[in-house]
Nanobody
């Protein structure tokens, strides 16, 4: 069982920055693809960014060039650095771990990001 705990959300003005963190219950990065999703009110949950065990990153087109996913193996944590935030980035952000060989996946409880002046 993998446990994921997000932190770092909050209220930020348009154009500002936030860094989200996701702490995993152990060193799982060698076996899991780590992903960030977000869900705005009344909308579906969408993939924002992904980081494979080999270090390959992918981003949604809406955040490319503004968001960066990274990890710290020593802290069993992944991060989402969000710059140039826009009101449309407002959502609950979820951390996800996906084990490709078995399709098992785990979710954190989410952290709320609000971009507003």
């Amino acid at each position: 069982q993998v446990q994921l705990v997000e932190s770092g959300g909050g209220l930020v003005q348009p154009g500002g920055s936030l860094r989200l963190s996701c702490a995993a219950s152990g060193n799982i990065f060698g076996a899991y693809v780590m992903r960030w999703f977000r869900q705005a009110p009344g909308k579906q949950r969408d993939l924002v960014a992904a980081l494979t065990s080999g270090g390959t990153t992918t981003y949604a087109s809406s955040v490319k060039g503004r968001f960066t996913i990274s990890r710290d193996n020593t802290k069993n944590s992944i991060y989402l650095q969000m710059n140039s935030l826009k009101p449309e980035d407002t959502a609950v952000y979820y951390c996800n771990a996906l084990r490709l060989v078995s399709s098992e996946q785990y979710w954190g409880k989410g952290t709320l990001v609000t971009v507003s002046s």
